[in-house]
């Protein structure tokens, strides 16, 4: 029988804790690195039977990297305090840690997340399907250093799937969900940018319509009622932020101020300072407004 530590980060997660730490019953240790929480998220761990750390945040794939080195067993399933292990999932788990396993190997998971009340379908294509790997064996395998957000572990043998669901319960209205996906756009944006990924116009269209189909058609959100529509339009419209944020990086900056030949030129032979009056009030008023606009620009 293989041993396994089931391995989480956490931040201010007390309110998801006790339902994540419970479906781990099968574990043989439960490990939680914090980075600072200010709520009970620790004594709740702790009163759980978790055995705590806390480390200073270092970035999503560090973080998880460094919180499966203090884990006790080499084997490590991977999970976030707003997941929730099925009993199928947790069946098949121990089925797999009863036999002979290749620590070069690793173990994919079917994780489906929750929309304003729903569970909604794995989204997710195939191929990245079974890269969502959550069990492996830290000895030949961690999570992708690169990677700024949607990390993945690398594994150097093959990807098998676990039967049961991961279930990824967060429970956001529609206000965290455009923050969070606002958010998570700039870092996409920028890991994009960092490899060598141009953003066109042709993209910046396209992406979030092929976004829209997949979701809606290809992966039948039509079934779903508007709650459905609502989710496609939604994440085709962080598709859409996300490129676009791509392409401002890549072609333009901040303009706090407006260039030169935007404002017009209030100088001496401007149309408005030639038709002031005999007695140049109007002239005067001219300069004046001129002075105040310019003070207003600085």
Partial sequence: MNLVSAVLITKNEAVFLERCLASLAWADEIVV??????DATQETAKSLGATVYEHAWLGWSQQKNHAASLAKH????FLEADEIVSPELAHDIKRVLSS?????????VNRRGDFL??????????????????????THSGFDLAAKVHEEVKIPGKSLALKGVLL???????????????RYATLEASELAEQGKKATSGLVFMRPILRFLWLYVYKQGF?????????????????YIRYAKLWEMQN???????????????????PLSASSGEDGSRGAASSLHSTHLENKLQ
Wanted: aromatic share 10%; charged share 25%.
């Fill in 33 to 38: 690195l914090d980075s600072g929480s200010d």
């Fill in 74 to 77: 080499d084997w490590v399933f």
């Fill in 100 to 108: 002979a396993m290749d620590s070069r190997d690793g173990y994919s």
């Fill in 117 to 138: 009340g729903i569970l909604l379908p794995n989204e997710a294509r195939s191929s990245k399907q079974r890269a969502y790997i959550r069990l492996y064996n830290r």
């Fill in 168 to 182: 990824h319960w967060r429970g956001y209205v529609m206000d965290e969900y455009i923050t969070a996906f606002n």
């Fill in 223 to 239: 079934r779903l009622g508007t709650r459905g529509l609502i989710h496609a339009m939604l994440k085709a419209t962080s598709e």
């Fill in 252 to 270: 333009t900056s901040r303009t706090l101020h407006p260039p030169k030949g935007i404002l017009p030129a209030y100088s001496s032979d401007s």
